[in-house]
């Protein structure tokens, strides 16, 4: 059975003591302040960033769906050749991932020549087509409205639900995925925690991480943090 587990790992001075196993199809959503190490978790789990401690342990595919950077307005390669790289120059792989995506209608572009939502389509397109049982993704929500940000979060969801694919999250905001989320690991300068959002995302909780008094209250569906 896939897993991914940390064990007592540290990326000092960022984060240190994490212990942490991801259940297949589980998503978890890594939340926390600027700077503290959010991405730099994910890329421990890719292995271009060493541990100061501990260990991390993949047994599966990954998946990896990069902070948003812009390609180069000149690069001379087009969306299907971007993907069929990744499949491993699977041309019918390729299409089948660029369908899921809603992207067949740029799969002929030029990447380069794309927006923002549309090259992260592409970026989820690359990710997917490995078929991973680990699906990272570093705010995959920037750059997008909020439809294009529900209908990225409805997707990710459905390839959770039907691939028993597991989806580690990166965000700043936990609304656009408070009703798929089963965890949380909030990260803080002094500490984190991880657990389901209703005992993570509370007034007690983050006051005590971050301690200082922090208010969280649930507004039409919605939680709002207040310091």
């Not at 190490?37 to 769906?65: C, F, P």
Request: with cysteine; hydrophobic share 40%; aromatic share 4%.
């Amino acid at each position: 059975m896939p897993s991914l587990t940390f064990t007592d790992a540290a990326v000092e001075p960022l984060w240190s003591g994490l212990n942490l196993d991801v259940a297949p199809g589980e998503f978890l959503a890594i939340l926390g302040p600027n700077g503290i190490g959010k991405s730099t978790l994910l890329t421990t789990a890719l292995g271009t960033r060493k541990l100061t401690h501990g260990s991390v342990k993949v047994d599966g595919n990954i998946g990896y769906v990069p902070q948003q950077r812009m390609f180069d307005p000149d690069l001379p390669i087009r969306v299907r050749d971007l993907v069929e790289l990744a499949a491993g120059k699977n041309r019918e792989a390729a299409r089948e991932i660029l369908a899921y995506v809603g992207a067949t209608g740029i799969a002929d572009r030029r990447v380069g020549t794309l927006s923002g939502g549309q090259q992260q389509l592409v970026r989820q397109a690359q990710a997917l087509v490995t078929d991973p049982d680990f699906l990272l993704c570093d705010e995959p929500l920037i750059a997008l409205d909020p439809a294009a940000q529900r209908t990225t979060v409805e997707r990710l969801e459905r390839r959770r639900q039907e691939h028993g694919t597991a989806v580690v999250f990166v965000t700043h905001g936990i609304n656009p995925i408070l009703n798929v989320c089963d965890r949380v690991l909030y990260l803080t300068p002094h500490g984190h925690a991880v657990g389901p959002v209703r005992e993570i995302i509370t007034s007690e909780t983050l006051s005590e991480l971050y301690k200082t008094k922090i208010i969280v209250a649930s507004v039409e569906g919605r939680l709002v943090i207040a310091s």
